[in-house]
């Protein structure tokens, strides 16, 4: 059973920035990737950003420049640090890990709430 642990949302005004964090518990083997993903109020939910076991990072367009994700290996952590945020970022943030062969498995978080609004 995987567990993941997400905090960092809030309320923050446009140009302002954020930073999310997202740690997994449990018993994993073979961590493939962690990453964002965020659902915008009638939106499906879409890829923001993920970084594999080996680090190569991938964005969405519409955030590259303006965010970062980072991971700390040796406590299963990622982090999205949100810079210049646009109204168009708000939604919920949800945490994936993908792990096991052949990118078999996922686990998700709860999701944080994330608001750029003034």
């Known amino acids: 059973q995987v567990q993941l642990v997400e905090s960092g949302g809030g309320l923050v005004q446009p140009g302002g920035s954020l930073r999310l964090s997202c740690a997994a518990f449990g018993s994993m083997f073979s961590i493939n990737a962690m990453g964002w993903y965020r659902q915008a109020p009638g939106k499906e939910r879409e890829l923001v950003a993920r970084?594999?076991?080996?680090?190569?990072?991938n964005y969405v367009d519409s955030v590259k420049g303006r965010f970062t994700i980072s991971r700390d290996n040796a406590k299963n952590t990622v982090y999205l640090q949100m810079n210049s945020l646009k109204p168009e970022d708000t939604g919920v943030y949800y945490c994936?890990?993908?792990?096991?062969?052949?990118?078999?498995?996922?686990?998700w978080g709860q999701g944080t709430q994330v608001t750029v609004s003034s």
């Open positions: 970084i594999t076991s080996s680090g190569s990072a």
């Open positions: 994936n890990l993908n792990y096991g062969r052949n990118w078999s498995y996922n686990a």
